[in-house]
């Protein structure tokens, strides 16, 4: 294969991965690391290299006009990326002491489960808890644009969200896969956000997190500029195209999208597991 | 000038989107520059090799950059994506430091720090 051929097939997939990562808030990597390493043989640090990328361009293509629409939530982000952020360093000291192997495993049956619950539930709101009060006292609470006007959300069990937070990033410091499927999931199902606005605050928290590790394979030359470059031009592209049609969707239909994308993720740490990859 | 969330994010949008659109840019210029040199020639990644130093430590990358490389253009594009996050951090402390929110102003200083610290140790790697 020549570079003439390589660059649009990454190009393609990339354009997909921008789409989908931008409208589930998991980021591009799902997509491009399977593809890359799948099915163009390139070898896995490569393959990380251009999934951090992808996180960032997805995040931060999808940040630009999302912020604008109004669905991302920056004070629920940044205070939850401190516990994120805390996870991924306790995660980092603990893998050198635990399997990976099984942890993946077992990581991945939870996540197929979350993917399940997920894509059933079908009311915004599954009971009327009371506001938690540390989300009143840090503002968390707002609101978002809908076709029937401002829709306002209350944040509830702050405590448990935040706990979650810190389990996502530990996972991810562990594994290196699923801390945006974590973050949906936790605000979405503990947290009673929005979903809409859970996948937005979820793409701004993962630009954070990649942006720091980013730099860091940068150095060590784990990216390569001619794998990169369609990556990046690719998701770009195809995390605006998403962000356009996010307003537009149908919250079940999001909902249904986002669990066969977690599911795939899931089954790729599953079988990751099994055959000792991870 | 009354400040709330809102307007904050407003700035912060404008702001990533000049930073999306100015990375892309330059990115696509290098791959321009890195297609007409080497279009023809076949791929190989399937086995691992460091980049060398001269696409991978900062201060190299933007000299080759100012050279127009087409590789460096595209790292140095690649370096002002992974800015922009770090710019959106940077610009919510401001936001929430002039809305006077002490407890936010201490969490993103948290955040920021963090952040800075990967990058820094990042750019000491060798």
Redesign the interface.
């Known amino acids: 294969?020549?570079?003439?051929e390589?660059?649009p097939i990454v190009f393609g997939a990339a354009l997909l991965a921008g789409f989908l990562g931008s409208l589930t808030g998991l980021g591009g990597g799902v997509i491009i690391t399977p593809v890359?390493t799948l099915f163009?043989?390139?070898?896995?640090?490569?393959a990380i290299g251009a999934s951090l990328?992808s996180v960032?361009?997805t995040?931060?293509?999808a940040?630009?006009?999302?912020?604008?629409e109004?669905f991302?939530n920056?004070?629920i982000g940044?205070?939850l990326?401190?516990a994120t952020?805390l996870g991924a360093l306790f995660g980092a000291y603990l893998g050198t002491h635990i399997s990976t192997r099984a942890l993946s495993i077992v990581f991945g049956v939870i996540l197929l489960q979350a993917a399940w619950q997920t894509a059933r539930k079908h009311r915004e709101q599954s009971k009327p808890l009371p506001p938690d009060p540390i989300g009143e006292?840090?503002?968390l609470n707002?609101s978002y644009r809908t076709f029937a006007g401002e829709q306002h959300y209350v944040v509830h069990r702050v405590k448990t969200g935040f706990a979650l937070m810190f389990g996502a990033g530990t996972i991810s410091g562990l594994l290196g896969i699923g801390s945006g499927s974590l973050k949906v999931i936790a605000m979405d199902s503990a947290m009673q956000i929005p979903f809409k606005v859970s996948t937005a605050t979820s793409n701004?928290m993962i630009?954070?997190t990649?942006?720091?590790?980013?730099?860091?394979?940068?150095?060590?030359?784990?990216?390569?500029?001619?794998?990169?470059?369609?990556v990046?031009?690719g998701v770009?592209s195809g995390s605006v195209a998403g962000t356009r049609y996010l307003s537009r969707l149908s919250v079940p239909l999001l909902r249904r999208v986002f669990a066969i994308v977690v599911g795939a993720i899931a089954i790729q740490m599953i079988v990751n597991g099994i055959r000792g990859a991870a | 000038m009354n400040i709330t969330?809102?307007s904050?994010?407003?700035t912060?949008?404008v702001l990533?989107?000049w930073?999306?659109i100015l990375?892309?840019t330059i990115?696509?210029l290098?791959?321009a520059i890195?297609?007409a040199h080497?279009?023809?020639?076949?791929?190989s990644?399937?086995?691992?090799h460091?980049?060398?130093r001269i696409?991978?430590?900062?201060p190299e990358i933007f000299s080759g950059a100012l050279h127009l490389r087409?590789?460096?253009v595209?790292?140095f594009?690649?370096?002002l994506?992974?800015?922009?996050?770090?710019a959106?951090?940077a610009w919510?402390l401001v936001g929430f430091a002039l809305e006077r929110?002490r407890?936010?102003v201490i969490?993103?200083t948290?955040?920021l720090l963090?952040?800075l610290y990967?990058?820094i140790?990042?750019?000491l790697?060798?």
């Open positions: 294969m020549t570079v003439a390589f660059t890359l163009l043989h390139v070898d896995l640090r490569y990328v960032i361009a995040s931060s293509g940040a630009a006009a999302y912020v604008r109004g991302s920056i004070r940044m205070f990326e401190v952020t006292k840090l503002k707002s701004f630009g954070v990649a942006a720091a590790s980013a730099s860091i394979y940068l150095s060590r030359g784990y990216v390569s500029p001619p794998i990169a470059m369609p990046m031009l770009l | 969330d809102r904050i994010e407003r912060v949008s990533l989107l930073g999306v990375s892309g990115t696509l290098g791959g890195f297609l080497h279009w023809r020639e076949p791929v990644y399937q086995q691992f460091s980049q060398p696409d991978r430590i900062i087409g590789r460096s595209i790292q594009g690649l370096l994506l992974i800015a922009t996050p770090v959106r951090v919510s929110d407890k936010f969490i993103t948290i955040v963090v952040l990967s990058l140790s990042g750019a790697t060798n």
